[in-house]
């Protein structure tokens, strides 16, 4: 078991992720960083600091009930049955695509292609060291071996470099930057609060205009009002993945990136106005489609049989509000046998085009707010960043600078 100068024995909640901050910087640069600021401070190689080490367990070492932490290769922190380590560490997964590091205190276990970073020496804060390692992850992504699993060695760990002022600068370094992450977070859960009350408010209209049924109302299946068909192969031999002079016509699958734009062929298998949905992994996901398309990998797509009693945005609003049921365990899947007997309010064409109008309306200004609190959480994200580049470069002053 390895235990470390300071051990702690903390539970689970002890345990500190790290945000997904970028690195600003390249880890050649900083000798040469904030110098007239830098004054009394040393850079040294991390191995110098501190001990660097891998566990020894394998994921299947990982049980449901276990009674410590184990950190794999994986984010989800895991159980272990056993400990191989009482200390507090920064832990850092071995391979990956992002390496952010981990802060914990207690008893743990440890993968063998994971590391623990402990017993710093007694000139160098771990609180500073960690919060140097959440700013320069960007390091070991660009150290990192392997042509599809990326991977890090020791040497990677052990070479690299890091500022060090004297041990009550770095103190105070630790402290201004817990209170301005504690700022940021909160700001941040806030604008992310607002931005699902903004979602929340139009999908609660939604569904308040399909359960408030005027006069002429009716009730009908989506097999009854429209035709339903499923997508299929893709053309191969009439395919692009990017749109050419020959290739122009559209070809969708599911999911919500692009809409579900998969390449372009020259075959128009829809050639009618309608609405796909998703019915493989993403389940549902809706998106109106006013030109021919090639549908495939099972998207269904719903054509009405008669828009001159079905306006089309109202069918597609009528869609996003179902929650649709699905089969399978591993891969959710939708069918249409499965979805044909699904029933919604049909009020007659002019009370759809108005309510068609009213929804148009609420979802551009519920797009507004989403757009204004996305935008306050990413200039959150950036404000962290340069907190970050500003502490480890000499630069960081008062505390009501940053927020």
Known sequence: MKQGKNSLNHDSNDLIDSADSKNQGNHDNHKNQGSDNMKGWEV????EVCE??????????????GEYAFFDRSKIIKKSSSYLYDCEAIIIAGEGQTFLPKFY???????QRAYAIFNFNKSVSIDYAYKYLIHFHKYFEEVAVGATVKSLRLRHFQDLPIPLPPLQEQQRIVAILDEAFAAIAKAKANAQQNLQ??????????????????????E???????YLSAGGDVPKDNFSKTKTSKFQIPIYANGEKNDGLFGFTNIAKIIKPSITVSARGTIGFTVKRLESFFPIVRL??????????????????????????????SIPQLTV??????????????????IVQKLDALNTETKKLESIYQQKINDLEELKKSVLQKAFSGELKMEKELV
Request: proline share 5%; net charge neutral.
């Open 44 to 47: 040294k190689k991390l191995g």
């Open 52 to 65: 660097i080490s891998t566990g020894n367990a394998n994921t299947e070492d990982a049980v449901e009930n």
């Open 105 to 111: 205190y207690g008893k743990f276990n440890l993968h």
């Open 197 to 218: 009350n903004a979602k929340e408010l139009f999908e609660s209209y939604l569904q308040g205009v399909f359960e408030n049924k005027g006069e002429g109302w009716e």
């Open 220 to 226: 009908k299946t989506l097999g009854g009002i429209c």
């Open 300 to 329: 269904v797509v719903v054509t009405p049989k008669n828009l001159n009693d079905l306006d089309l945005t109202y069918l597609e609003y009528s869609l996003k509000k179902i929650d649709f049921k699905h089969s399978g365990s």
């Open 337 to 354: 046998p499965m979805i044909k007997e699904y029933s919604f309010p049909f009020p007659p064409l002019k009370t759809q085009q108005t």
